[in-house]
């Protein structure tokens, strides 16, 4: 496992611990004083996965220009009351919104324009009541972030609406949510620090049963996280990309299982070592020449498949991955190095009030390492089953896996950024307020453009069309050339003054950033060709669909695309350095098949919870795509662990007996390993919105399922199955082993 050049490396290590220690505390006080964190670097919100080049954005930049002044915004104030809104109160909605489009409102000034709308007239579908509300659609230049914007209209409503008693007014839109999510992020992140320190604490702290151990752990991660997070930061801003801060929480999880499942493997090692009566240095050195080709071998495929991220055509993606290739790498080498350095320095104090080298027999020390040993361990009844019967064993994991992958089949994707705050927020009780009074989408309502030379000579044509999209399902109002869109909004509202474009105004009868409005739109799309041919509109019109129901179903098909291209390339990734370990071809392949189905079948069950159970219209649209690269990642990370031991155990003992019993062995450290991942991971559902509650989810029982089921039973029962096929086209598992000395 180690070879003279990994003790030599060890023992330098070791020698060098006192330096080494100082060493990564410096760097890390160093980077947290002089390098920016996450927020300073620039942040957006995790769920601003767009693309500036996509065609919504430019449809919406051609309508703001060819008609002088836009007609989508993304911040409204919303005014109710159930009782009805007077007269007067809605006079002075108008009067308001007229007086902040003339920049006459102090205190306002961010807001460049401002379209007051009521239901007044009270009709069905746009409607769903008669004059209980009325809208106030606040417009921005592009500098304006989502803070400011929600800012303003806060301080609109504060100075100038003052709604009295039983009068309901707030802020809401996809500006004002986006702030609203970095905010809950921000506010709730130094909890999932806490609950994640005290989960890998009392995890570690139990299964050494000592202080030491988990404080020699968290000592190992908080090096890594302080110098991730700021170096991440770094790069980011050095490069230009904004660097989302909601990143941070998934960060800490991540960093904290995988760096404490690498400190396990040490101490346990470690422990093992003392408790036979070797010496605190020798121990240490032994440890991690034993220990460093797989947890090197093990950060490099969780890294190199987060790195391919960097094909991604959405500039998050790019981000995203490299920052978690760049944190698993970070608590790679800080494992590798700081935890042995501690444990040479710190000896057996490390497992104090325990004394291995005291309390334990030898026979019981070289059970408890990780690592093979030429005793034959009790064998689990999980892997006694799987290696006795292995095809029931097979059939029955992939009959429970493919069962919770059906509910893949059923997923739908959609943007819930408002719906996915927590429900006392203003911001998410602003939208139900409005979906009260009108049809949802009119919070967020979806222009269309038509260009074409001279294409406004046409206005019989263009009221057809209108008439067309007015009576296609899901639209619950469609306003265009054949009226004014408001009353007393000049001409160029609809048709340009250039002659060469028209607009019309839709509003979705579902909410405009879910699954429903999401494929009513991409009906739309198909069906605009055909519309516009009957409508007897030039066969040289073009079209453009503007506004976040179109944003959204665009980045979901890029999101999508950019998911098809890249996991062919990961899982390529991750099957080359599986078979470069372990010198085969046959069996990365299995490994890698393996992996994908642990995701699915993850993805299926939290399909059928958030779906079926929870009733939501459907999961969040990025979340499907980090779980994937998460998680056949730290399936791979398993792979080494399981797959690794049993290779250097078919050096000493025929391959039937060296898959228990080294499965055995490692069926310990995997179940702990996906225990504490899949723990930390769950707490991301301590953030009070909808995508990391997904995340949180998705990614448990996926952990779960692969360590419980994939590593422990179906792995162990292919390889039993497949004998010495799995090292072909190498013949080391075909050959008798050597003698143990």
Known sequence: MSGPHGSRRARAIVRGRWPIVLGWLAVAVT??????????????????????????IKAELASKTEFGFPLLARTLVVERDPHGLSARRQAASVRRAFAATRHQLPGVQPVAAALPMSNV????????????????YLFFRPDVGARRRLDAGERYISRYVRPPRGVFAGVTGQAPARAEQSQIVRDHLPLVELLTFLLVAGAVGLRFRSFGAPAVTIAAVAVAYVVTVHVVAAIGKAVGVSVPQEVQPVIVVLLFGVVTDYAVFFLSRFRALLGEGIERREAAARASAELTPIVFTAGVTVAAATSTLLVAELDFFRTFGPGLALAVLIGMIVALTLVPALLALLGAAVFWPRRPGRELAPSQAREETESVVHDRPQRTRAVRFACGRPRPAVLGCLALLLAAATGVFRLALSDPVIRGLPAGNPVRQAYFQAARGFAPGALSPTVLVVSAPGVTAHRAALARLQRALGRRSGIALALGPAQQPVRGVRLGATLSRTGDAARYFLVLRADPLGARAIGIVRRLQRALPGMLRRAGLPADVQTGLAGDTALSAETIDKTNGDLGRIAPIALLVIFLILAIYLRALFAPVYLVLVSVLAFTSGLGVATYLFQDVLGYDGVTYYVPFVVAVLLVSLGSDYNVFLVGRVWAAARRRPLAEAIPDAASRASSAITLAGLVLAGSFALLAVVPDRAFGEIAVTMAVGLLLDAFVVRTVLVPAIMTLAGPRSGWPGSRLARDPAPAA
């Open 121 to 136: 007239l009270g009709r069905p579908p746009f409607s769903r009541e008669r004059s209980t509300t009325a809208l106030t």
């Open 31 to 56: 980077v947290a004083l002089t390098l920016p964190s996450i927020e300073e670097a620039g942040s957006g919100a995790l769920g601003s996965l767009v693309d500036p080049h996509a065609d919504a």
